[in-house]
């Protein structure tokens, strides 16, 4: 089993930076794919960005290609999320999720555990 656990959150203004760090438990971290979904007010939650268990491949959302980068240090057991050049339309709650398997899934339903999430508020 994978505890997982945001930080880094806050309030940025549009064109600002944060990043992102979830602290995974476990002995196992580097067998698992990791995901990141963000949820805004009143709308579903939607992938951001995956990647394998190595680090070797990653996946992203139209929406935040060339602005974000999923990296991971299996040594920290922690996956980061690099957010540039941040808009408004980028305000959720971010969560990071983990699941095994090869593929990095978009899908939030193939993620077995799941963070408790951390704010983000991009103001224009």
């Known amino acids: 089993q994978v505890q997982l656990v945001e930080s880094g959150g806050g309030l940025v203004q549009a064109g600002g930076s944060l990043r992102l760090s979830c602290a995974a438990s476990g002995r196992t971290f580097n067998r698992y794919n990791m995901g990141w979904f963000r949820q805004a007010p009143g709308k579903e939650r939607e992938f951001v960005a995956a990647i394998s268990w190595s680090g070797g491949r990653t996946n992203y959302a139209d929406s935040v290609k060339g602005r974000f980068t999923i990296s991971r240090d299996n040594a920290k057991n922690t996956v980061y999320l690099q957010m540039n050049s941040l808009k408004p339309e980028d305000t959720a709650v971010y969560y990071c999720?983990?699941?095994?398997?090869?593929?990095?899934?978009?899908?939030?339903?193939?993620?077995?555990?799941w963070g408790q999430g951390t704010q983000v508020t991009v103001s224009s």
């Open positions: 999720a983990a699941r095994r398997g090869v593929e990095l899934s978009t899908k939030e339903d193939d993620y077995a555990y």
